[in-house]
């Protein structure tokens, strides 16, 4: 007869799971947005701005913005996202936009925000955070 440890990792009394434990002093999160759904690009820089405020992340959290595709209309100035993207900056987010995408949709860097950097592509981002051990995060 074979026997199997049940592990419950505190599930069996919600009352005392806390969720996962800081072990490292680091931690990197790329943020991956190509929708120019409002809602998406909403819930996205909200999503940044939650896990900035994580307890257990504090002092320990460098997060990335990565915007190509339909995305690219959250870096627009005549959009009307400036003040939380300037929030999320002051924060310490990086916000990165994909050259590929601008140069294919006709859009000039003078269009977006001034604190945008740009990346030759959004996925070749992905890929090398990705192989550097980030974690990918699309909301």
Known sequence: MICFAQISYGQANPA?????????????????????????IDAT???????????RLEGKLHIELV??????DAFKKSGPYKETLEALVAKGVVM??????????????SELFD???????????????????WAIVKP
Do not use: M, W
Request: with cysteine; charged share 20%.
């Open 115 to 133: 604190f945008v950097s740009y990346v030759p592509t959004g996925n070749g981002e992905i890929i090398l955070r990705h192989y550097e051990g």
């Open 67 to 72: 915007v190509f595709s339909g995305g690219v």
């Open 96 to 109: 990165q936009q994909c050259e590929n995408t601008i140069r294919q949709r006709k859009i000039e860097k």
């Open 45 to 55: 820089l909200r999503n940044i701005d939650n896990v900035l405020g994580d307890p």
């Open 16 to 40: 005392v799971f806390t969720g996962a434990i800081p072990t490292l002093n680091e931690y990197k999160a790329l943020y991956v947005l190509n929708s120019s759904d409002p809602k998406q």
